[in-house]
């Protein structure tokens, strides 16, 4: 046990160290290992609704949502049902299949796009966009921004944020300088490096990737208007705006982020990314968008893609029956709950004398700490004082409280968050805000 843990944990410090005797770290993907924080990663066995429990038996409220996708809650009655039965009658069969159509048919009613190509990661969706972008458009360049993450995808991981950011590692070795040669890296947020970048490299940039919103460098809104000028500038250089929704997508409205922004402005990406919420809990994602750009890969057109996986039928009924049952009312009462609990947690952070501000963007939100002036972009993020999360985290994990381990991620609430959920923040939160101010 840690200095900074007094929960017993047994069975999930006797589990990590089997796990690290196994694998790199004990982990297989690098935040779960509480590296940022510090102490024992939980070993969860079982979840419902907004609860987690661990080998241990201690039961925590989740605002981590397996990063994103449980946007239902955890073993949904009817989630769990669906994908009973779908998986009673076989897993995969590597044809083309019914439930991977619906999925399909119900995205594009939902998100701008006319076709999708469902895959298995975010990853491979966002590296099959812009490989789908440079075969289209004949050119190399792509621009992205500083703390957007898009995946572990080699070229894109240039400036990322999520883990990267987190563990303090700036790229990574394993990716030849030729491979982010072509990468342009801009900050967030920032209209006159945009234009400066087209101005320059104009016609020979094949896409802009962004997130819809940040929320892998904690939650950073996009200005009001800048997605807009970036599918402007876009069009005016004829290349591909690629907006990635693979954490916003389906989570903050109908149609995403694009729903609650795009929509209503009048604009629209040329290619869409999606992830997490479309797959229940399982691994699907997808990437689409105008058809002429999604009639270029195979078997359509030239750009090949393709996985022994894509649209499994157990992982594509899994996010049908989520998608079909995320009415309006789910997303009301995400945004309910999620007002409640930023309200709860600021006040006990004013009360504890902690400068802080709350990054929002829908449901989604994070803390930044030691200061009152809002982030829009990385360098803004990388200046506050992270180092109050590591005590307000463990604080709230000593109280039952499941947050992300690490102050450059989202915390995610789910339709099954409830009032029992907001008094134990409620309980947890006086103590955790002093041991912040410490
Ligand atoms: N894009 C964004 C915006 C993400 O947040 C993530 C994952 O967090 C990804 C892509 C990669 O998705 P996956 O982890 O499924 O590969």
Redesign the pocket.
Same mark, same amino acid.
């Given at each position: 046990m840690t200095d900074v843990e007094q929960q017993a944990t047994p069975a999930s410090s006797q589990w990590f160290e089997r796990a690290r005797a196994v694998s790199p770290g004990g982990v297989n993907s690098p935040v779960r290992a509480f590296r940022a924080v510090g102490g024992t990663p939980r070993f969860m066995v079982s979840a419902e609704g907004s609860w987690l429990t661990d080998a241990d038996d201690t039961t925590y409220l989740d605002l981590v949502g397996s990063?994103?996708p449980m946007l239902l809650g955890h073993a949904h009655p009817q989630v769990i049902s669906a994908v009973q039965d779908v998986a009673a009658r076989g897993t995969s069969f590597g044809t083309p299949s019914l439930p991977e159509v619906e999925l399909a048919e119900e995205i594009v009613a939902r998100a701008p796009v006319e076709s999708v190509r469902l895959v298995s990661? /975010?990853?491979?969706?966002?590296m099959s966009a812009i490989r789908l972008a440079r075969g289209f458009t004949g050119r190399n360049r792509i621009v992205k921004f500083a703390g957007c993450?898009?995946?572990?995808v080699d070229a894109l991981l240039a400036e990322a944020g999520?883990g990267l950011v987190t563990l303090g590692i700036p790229g990574t070795p394993g990716v030849p300088e030729h491979v982010t040669a072509d990468v342009i890296v801009l900050p967030y947020n920032d209209t006159a490096a945009v234009t400066e970048a087209f101005e320059r490299y104009g016609d020979e940039i094949a896409c802009l990737v962004t997130?819809a919103a940040a /929320?892998?460098m904690g939650v950073v809104a996009p200005d009001p208007g800048f997605n807009a000028f970036l599918a402007r500038t876009c069009r005016e250089h004829g290349a591909l705006f690629v907006s990635?929704e693979?954490?916003t997508g389906f989570r903050l409205s109908r149609a995403g982020h694009w729903g609650i922004e795009g929509a209503k402005e009048g604009w629209r990406p040329d290619l869409l990314?999606f992830?997490?919420v479309m797959g229940g809990g399982f691994p699907a994602?997808a990437f689409g968008g105008r058809r002429d750009v999604m009639d270029h890969l195979a078997p359509s057109g030239p750009v090949y893609q393709a996985g022994t996986l894509s649209g499994n039928p157990v992982a594509t009924t899994a996010g049908l029956t989520t998608l079909r049952l995320a009415d309006d009312a789910v997303y009301r009462s995400i945004d309910e709950w999620s007002a409640e609990a930023r309200r709860l947690v600021s006040d006990a952070l004013d009360e504890a004398g902690v400068p802080h501000v709350v990054q929002e963007v829908g449901s989604m939100f994070s803390i930044l700490w030691g200061t009152t002036t809002r982030a829009r972009s990385f360098a803004d993020v990388q200046a506050q004082e992270a180092w109050r999360y590591g005590p307000f985290f463990h604080a709230m994990l000593e109280a039952g409280i499941y947050l992300p381990p690490s102050a450059y991620e989202s915390w995610f609430v789910s339709a099954a968050h409830d009032d029992q959920g907001l008094s134990r923040m409620a309980s947890a939160l006086p103590a955790a805000a002093r041991a912040a101010a410490a």
């Open positions: 990063w994103g990661s /975010g990853t491979e969706a966002t993450y898009h995946g572990h999520s997130e /929320g892998n990635d693979v954490m990314t992830g997490k994602a």
